[in-house]
């Protein structure tokens, strides 16, 4: 590899970096400011929520890192454009072959990265991420409920109150569990109450002593009350509540399903690496400017080609999802039609060629 090549690999690599830097904070700022607005903190604590937009920060990735390729391309290419500098290098003898050669060698091994983050990374953070949501939607999982406090879930229409809690020894006093489903509406009360495992399948359970439940049903007037000395209530398993989720199903068991949900999700995944290696092909022609053209003008017209390739990767998604497009050619002829636009517009010389033999 030649000086300029190393030239061009670096004036490309330094935005890279920066971009991908500022992209992730801003996602995960943006994350943070929506799990408290929904006060995720009060049900799941800090150190999960912390937990929790790390793996939505890796699901991004896939996304953000092809941002931060094409990006980088424009704006290091860019200003070698502006400042005379691939003039020079085209006067001495250095053609648009040794600027595409360099990007491609940036480009493939981070498309790789971003196969392997698709692939293999966004089931993975998917399902952990699933699990922390039915963990905390979960109804009594007391530990992270500070006393004096109600604690609401909209999902299963659950309200849990408990006025006091020993923190060393778990003990609780004085409990209000609020539970409705359908027509029926459940009040439990207990003077104590404690959280600790079953030995024998290892689930959480809630101990409940010396309490009333009350029973209500709207469409009847023959409510229940009942009185107990111990009543035993298990946390639902998060595992199983989740179901199954194919955004974190494992890309091998992808393959083998004729879903087209299923075959949406793995093309969608297989796909990201190539139109990472697309995406920063394009950006070589979108860089090319004069010292009076203004910068305005190339970066939105970088962005309206980033926009439009996105959604319309989204579009062609849905319609394998909803069977309008058949597998086969499913999502790829998006990617296709990229590739086309791309190869013309690197290559215009030969477009020239070929548009003067159709005249």
Known sequence: MSHIERYIIREILRPFSFVLIILVGLFACFSGARYLAEAVTETLGVYFMVKLILLKTIIALEV????????????????????????????AGAGAKRIIGPVIVISIPIALI?????????????QNSYLLDATARADLNTDRFQPGRFYG????????????????????????????????????????????????????RVSLNNGLVYRLQRASQEDEVVRYEKLVRYHEDPEV??????????????????????????????????????????????????????????????ALIFAVYYNLSGVAQTWVEQGVMDEIPGVWWLHVLMALIVFLSLFRRFTRRLLRAFR
Do not use: C
């Open 64 to 91: 953000l890192v092809p941002i931060a390729l094409y990006t980088s391309v424009v704006i290091g290419l860019g200003r070698l454009y502006r400042d005379r500098e691939i003039v020079a290098l085209s006067a």
């Open 153 to 204: 879930n909209e999902d299963s229409g659950t309200v849990i109150f408990i006025d006091k809690k020993d923190e060393s020894s778990g003990e609780m006093t004085k409990v209000f569990y609020y539970t409705r489903k359908d027509d029926v509406s459940e009040v439990t009360a207990a003077i104590h109450a404690r959280q600790d495992q079953d030995m024998e399948d290892g689930r959480l």
């Open 114 to 126: 971003v196969a392997a983050l698709s692939l293999y990374g966004r089931p993975w953070a998917y």
């Open 241 to 302: 509540s989740i179901g199954y989720k194919r955004k974190a199903e494992l890309t091998p068991a992808l393959l083998k399903s004729n879903s087209p949900e299923d075959i949406a999700e793995v093309q969608w995944r297989l796909s990201r690496p190539v139109a990472t290696l697309l995406l920063a092909l394009i950006a070589i022609p979108l860089s090319r400017s004069s010292p009076r053209q203004g910068k305005n003008e190339r970066v939105f017209m970088a």
